[in-house]
């Protein structure tokens, strides 16, 4: 009778554990379809809620960073660009969006460090931290200026 009780318990843990990690994936991917219908409180919404399920998920805090980019509230872009990077160091799309962030408030220093690390991990996006580098040296302060 218990060995009947114990596997009634793993099979019902079993279970739930696929669920919840299932459940998780269906959460980014409805974010995702949604973002792409420029529905973006919906999207927001299912990625904190994937996020709920999987706090390590680097692609819903890089949306929510989207999103946030797309709202104008660059404080939060900021803060989940930065969780995207702690989990997710070489992410191309969140350097390539702090450098931009970076360069708006003119932390010219935070631009420089991330485009080293940018040349380093680029695969798709190498000539965007050109362009980036440009606008740099066209607006930063040189010593000779008072």
């Known amino acids: 009778m218990r060995k009947i009780i114990k596997l009634t318990i793993i099979f ?12 998780n994936e269906n959460f980014f991917d409805k974010g995702l379809k949604l973002y792409n219908a420029e529905k973006y409180d919906d999207a927001k919404f299912m990625f904190e809620r994937s996020l709920v399920f999987n706090p390590k998920d680097s692609n819903s805090y890089l949306y929510l960073a989207k999103i946030f980019n797309i709202k104008e509230d660059q404080k939060k872009e900021e803060k989940n660009l930065e969780s995207t990077l702690l989990i997710e160091p070489d992410n191309e799309e969140a350097i390539l969006m702090s450098m931009k962030i970076a360069l708006e408030k003119s932390n010219y220093q935070k631009v420089k460090d991330l485009s080293k690390t940018f040349t380093k991990v680029c695969k798709k996006m190498c000539n965007e931290n050109e362009e980036i580098l440009k606008t740099l040296k066209n607006i930063e302060p040189t010593n000779n200026e008072s």
Do not use: E, P, R, T
């Open 12 to 23: 019902y843990l079993l279970i739930n554990v696929l669920n919840i990690s299932k459940s």
